[in-house]
Every structure is written in C-alpha cells, then in structure tokens.
C-alpha cells in the first residue's frame, strides 16, 4: 500500500507529447463529423453564433455564454469558406431537427456546420490530455495513463458528445482543468495553481450557470487544503473568489440585458418538480441513461477507492460533493434525461476526474498489473456501448418514445437495432452521397493531421506497451476509412 505522503510520484508528460495527442485525439474526434447538429440545445448555440457572425446580433434567447462566443470565429471561418463556394448558406431555424431534414439523408454542402463542429472535438482532446497529465503526475506509466486516457475518450458518453456543441462539453472541458490545477494546489501550494483554477471556474460558469455549485466546491477545497496561517487560506480564498465573482457579474449582467432579471437564466416552461428519487435511480442505473451502463469503468473506481483514499483523500471529497450536486440538481429536473441525447447527458462533465483517480491504484512501477486486464475488459465493454450512439442519426421520435428502464426500448437497444438493420447513418462524412470536393478536401486535411500526430507520438512514447496502446486511434480511423468505401 502506498503511503500517504506517496500521491504525487510522477512528473506530467513533454509539452510535445502532450501536444501530439491534443492535435491526434481533435483529428480523430472531428473525422467522426455530423455534418448537422443533434438536438434544439445545439441549435441555440448554432444561431446565436451565426447570427453574432453575421449581423452582429442575438436572433433569439440564449444561456450559454462561453460555448456561443467560442462559436463565432467557427462561424465566421464558415462564412469565408461559404463566399469563395457561392454556395447558398443555412437558414437560421430554431430547432436542430429542421436542420436535419433541410440536409437530407446525403449530408450537407453548408461549410458552417463544419467549422463549428470542429469546438467539440478540440473541447474533448482538451479533457483528454488532462487526464493523461494527471495520469502520469500521479506516477502511472505511459502505458497505464494512455489506458486511462483512451477510456475517457472512446469508452463513455464522450465520443458522442465529442461531435456535437452541447454545453455539456465544454463544462466537462473547464471541470477537469480545474480539478487537475486543485490537485496541483494541494502538492504546491502555490497561487498560481489558484489562480488557474480561478480561470478554470470561471470559464465553466460562463459555459454554464450550474457550474457556479462546483466553484462552491472548489472554494470549500481550497479552504480545506490551504497550508499555514488564515493569512494564507485567505489570500487564496480570494484569488479563486475574485474571477469567480467576476463570471457570475458577467452571467448576471447578460441576464439583466436579455430578460430584464440578473437571475433570469433564460429558461422556459422548465422546472426542478421531478421525483429526485426516480432521477437519481434514472440517472445512475437505467440501462437507458444511467451512469454506470454507459460508464462501466466508474467500477473500477468504486472496486479501487480504498487505494485511491489512501493517496489522497481530499479530491475524493471533492469529487463526491461535484457529483451528490449534480445528481441532485438534475434528478429533481423536469426531463432528467436530457432529451434527445446520448446516456446521463447532465452527468457528462464528472467522467473524467473520477476516472483519473483511478491512476492512484498502479504499483511502484506505475503499472495496474493484473488488475489492467479488468480494466481492459470495462473498457472494452464501454466502447461497445458507445457504438450505437455515434454511428447512428438522431432518430427524433424513436428516441422520444424510449423507455430508459425498459430492456428492449430504451436508448441503447433502440439504436443498436438500428445500426444492424441500417448500418452506420450518422458517420456523415464517410457515409454522404453527395459529398462535394470541399467535404473531400475536408477528409485529406483531418486525415494527414491526424496521421502525423499520430506518428509523432508514436516516436515521443518510452514504452514499447505505449506504442501498442496507440494503435487502437489507428485501428478506429482504418475502421471510418472502410465505412467510407463499404456504405
């Protein structure tokens, strides 16, 4: 058992192949591209920032700041792209399933919907690097880490919502920075962790308001962990508090301009009536939306949490109080499903720090030994899982009509049904009948940069296991290279 003072024995990985594995994870993620949005919360975004764009206006209400700013200089490159082509642009409509009918079974020739679906992919590669630096910091091999990583990334919800510009995305973005900087807090106690952190918090509030009882968590952390006198505890306290403030100013003031309320968050005919008991149970165990179906490897934490307690049980509390909000929070939502989504939408942002904890459980050597092949086996069991849900179009009132307790009607079985009868619909770059040159220059660009990421990893890694490990992005990106010629 490893001590205590033993939860940091490793040292993050090189500035080059943490940026390698950035460029190789957004290549790969944006070579699984729409083509179209998914559900209305995308829409939202997608006019709001197009418009600003544009017109330099809001056409209609809107609550994620952060996600809707980053938007623009997409759409702004969609614009350029759209004028050279002469091509005719997208309406602004406000929901995501006229979107879908106006692109057809074929796809879409509108250059926008590409550039802005490149934020997900860049918001995912971004968590998954974080996980990899937290990974090896505390003293995972490479090998071990990548496991780590490549879980997070292909082995839950987060493939699917890697393609899309769901909110939820970029505040999983912002929560694992800011958990990978408190953790760094804890072993240095130095302010600019904090203030990382601070930046963290903020970013996420103004992705989503919600993320305004995390930065709670996160200051009760600090408070907590703070070493020497109450000076210093406050000194830190207000450097994670001022950018905090600053956000929720921000958050407050849009309110104030758009609906006459600071507190108005924008939200219509929509509530916190549900059953908290029938969400929770929903959101942790249906086999159509719980946690743990989509997420196995979270029981590999649970089975691995008295050695992970052991290094350091501070992040678990933290983690625990992130997680008890928002499974309350959104039980007690009028629709903790998350509508026309893939698994516990709501719930996406706490993957990835639970599954880096999971780096505590390697042996001196930073290898998991014979517990790996558990591993391996969890994770196998979530890619699978995964498949039915980016593979497959949204199929708007199929998923409506789904059952999330039901064995044979809920999200999974539906589009798993789906996929055997029909084959992949929604690999809409591979699979498009009328793909013009722009999509196929579109594929060579992300194809050769994600080729030579690739292989500039392949030479930065120190492990023969690594290098093995590496090959499952090459196996998926051969496997969309056959889909292109098969369908």
């Known amino acids: 058992m490893n001590s205590p003072d033993d939860d940091f024995r490793g040292e993050p990985a090189s500035a080059p192949l943490a940026l390698c594995l950035f460029a ?9 591209g729409r083509g179209t949005l998914y559900a209305p919360e995308e829409s939202d975004i997608f006019n709001a920032s197009v418009s600003l764009a544009k017109d330099n206006h809001l056409v209609r209400t809107h609550r994620e700041i952060l996600p809707i700013l980053a938007s623009v200089p997409e759409a702004l490159a969609g614009i350029i792209v ?6 005719e642009g997208p309406p602004v409509v406000p929901q995501a399933a006229l979107l879908n009918q106006a692109a057809g ?43 780590l990583t490549l879980a997070v990334g292909w082995c839950t919800p987060m493939v699917f919502y890697a393609r899309t ?22 072993r240095h106690q130095d302010l600019s962790s904090v203030a990382n952190l601070a930046f963290a918090c903020a970013l996420g509030i103004l ?21 020497g006198d109450n000076r210093d505890r406050l000194r830190a306290l207000l450097a994670l508090l001022v950018p905090i403030g600053a956000a929720l100013g921000v958050v407050a003031l849009v309110n104030w301009l758009r609906w006459g309320n600071p507190l108005d968050l ?41 050695a992970i307690l052991a290094r350091g049980w501070q992040e678990v509390v933290l983690l625990t109080g992130i997680t008890a909000s928002y499974v309350l929070a959104f039980s007690a939502w009028h629709d903790w499903q998350g509508g026309v989504s893939w698994g516990p939408r709501f719930l996406l942002p706490i993957l990835a720090p639970w599954i880096s904890l999971l780096s505590r459980a390697t042996n001196e050597d930073g290898d998991f030994g014979a517990f790996g092949i558990v591993l391996g086996l969890l994770a196998a069991l979530g890619f699978a899982l995964q498949i039915p849900g980016w593979t497959q179009a949204p199929l708007l009132m199929d998923l409506l009509q789904c059952d999330a307790w039901s064995t ?38 992300l194809g050769i940069g994600f080729g030579a990421s690739w292989l500039a990893a392949v030479a930065l890694f120190d492990s023969g ?6 090959c499952a992005p090459l196996a998926i990106f051969a496997g969309l290279v056959a889909v292109g010629f098969i369908f």
């Open 24 to 32: 190789a994870f957004a290549f790969l993620f944006a070579l699984l």
């Open 82 to 87: 759209q004028a050279r082509m002469k091509s």
């Open 105 to 147: 079974a074929g796809g879409t020739n509108w250059p926008m919907f590409l550039t802005m679906l490149i934020l997900g992919p860049v918001a995912c590669a971004g968590v998954m690097v974080l996980v990899f630096l937290a990974a090896q910091r505390s003293g995972a091999s490479t090998a071990s880490a990548l496991l």
């Open 165 to 186: 510009i769901f909110p939820q995305i970029f505040e999983a973005l912002f929560l694992m920075l800011g958990f990978y900087r408190a953790e760094q807090y804890r």
């Open 207 to 227: 992705s989503r308001s919600f993320f305004a009882v995390t930065a709670g968590w996160f200051l009760l952390y600090v408070a907590l962990v703070t070493q």
């Open 266 to 306: 924008g939200y219509r005919d929509a509530h916190f009536d549900g059953s908290i008991a029938d969400g929770a149970l929903g959101l942790l165990f249906s086999p159509g939306k719980g946690l743990f179906c989509f997420a196995p490897i979270l029981l590999a934490v649970l089975w691995k949490l008295p």
């Open 408 to 445: 044979t009607k809920n999200h999974v079985a539906v589009m798993a049904n789906h996929l055997l009868q029909h084959g992949p619909t929604d690999l809409w770059i591979w699979t498009g009948k009328t793909t013009s040159p722009l999509h196929q220059d579109f594929l060579v660009a």
């Open 465 to 470: 296991r690594a290098q093995l490990l590496w």
